[in-house]
């Protein structure tokens, strides 16, 4: 047989393998969350927030948690995507020179691959040295500096595949710079810009390292900014860390939620990103 197809079959393999792996894995990661928690969802855990101190009972529910989430995500969300964004259409060749657009392009990739929790430590030492305890603020700062990077980077690679010449026919019509920037490239890039910020949100929303020590435990729903809040990832944790089979039960429900949240912003991102590129000019 031919050396060259021997090569080619081999890495067909290669490839199959490599989709059984992920297939694979994903299958038993999300058949053990909906086996072992389905079961356990039920009204009472959806619409009550826990009890016994610190969501570590055998009473009450999630809410709190789920609330607390998205009060976290949300605002994170939003403060990385304007951030993202400038930085995003900064980092363009009609405003930066390219060699220090890619260092900062570098940084930026540095950024996204540190682990969560040295956001979370960084945040932490603010917060020691400016007295401040950990709280919602606390939380939404750490997980906007975790989500950056990533809507920077994504919004980044969606502006450039923009075609040069729709930018050139806008400076044609006496557009400036930056209002081709903010009309033009950013609505083609639209599609791109919308799978980048629900990936980020995806990441804020499911990440536990990073609020551990900033936003802190809660029983309750907070109240203001300054209030320590509970979040779907450290419930997890804490709850699952119980000796009691309850609620370790509670564990898995919590997990379930949260499981159900990110393939719903998944299934949203692709949604949204084919019916806005129908719009794009290629």
């Known amino acids: 047989m031919n050396k060259r197809i021997i090569e080619q079959n081999v890495f067909k393999c290669f490839m199959v393998l490599s989709i059984g792996i992920v297939i694979g894995s994903l299958s038993i990661i999300i058949g053990t969350v909906v086996v072992n ?21 055998r009473g009450g529910g999630i809410l709190n948690a789920i609330i607390g ?3 976290l995500a949300l605002p994170a969300t939003g403060l990385a995507y304007v951030i993202g964004l400038c930085i ?14 890619l260092v900062i392009r570098t940084s930026l990739n540095i950024l996204w691959g540190i682990p969560s929790i040295i956001y979370g430590v960084f945040c932490l030492m603010i917060m020691v040295a400016l007295g401040i305890g950990a709280s919602l603020i606390a939380g939404i700062i750490a997980l906007t500096l975790l989500e950056i990077p ?3 980077r994504s919004i980044d690679e969606s502006i ?8 050139e026919g806008s400076y044609s019509l006496g557009s400036t710079p930056f209002e081709t920037a903010t009309k033009v490239v950013r609505r083609q890039a639209l599609p791109g810009i919308i799978a980048g910020i629900l990936l980020g949100l995806g990441r804020g929303i499911g990440d536990a390292a990073s609020i551990l020590f900033t936003a802190g435990f809660s029983d309750s729903i907070p109240s203001s900014l300054l209030d320590s ?7 997890i944790y804490h709850l699952y860390s119980s000796p009691i089979p309850a609620v370790r039960e509670k564990a898995y429900a919590a997990a379930f939620i949260l499981v159900v949240i990110v393939t719903v912003i998944s299934i949203l991102s ?12 290629k």
């Open 37 to 57: 928690g389905a079961y356990s969802i039920s009204i009472e855990m959806l619409t009550q927030t826990s009890s016994g101190g610190y969501y570590l009972g």
């Open 150 to 152: 990533i809507i920077t």
């Open 229 to 235: 809040t509970a979040a779907l990832p450290t419930m």
């Open 160 to 167: 450039k595949m923009v075609p040069i010449g729709l930018k």
């Open 69 to 71: 989430s998205l009060l």
């Open 270 to 281: 692709r949604t949204l990103t084919r019916r806005f590129t129908k719009f794009v000019i």
């Open 88 to 101: 995003a259409l900064f980092l363009q060749r009609d405003f930066l020179h390219p060699k220090i657009a």
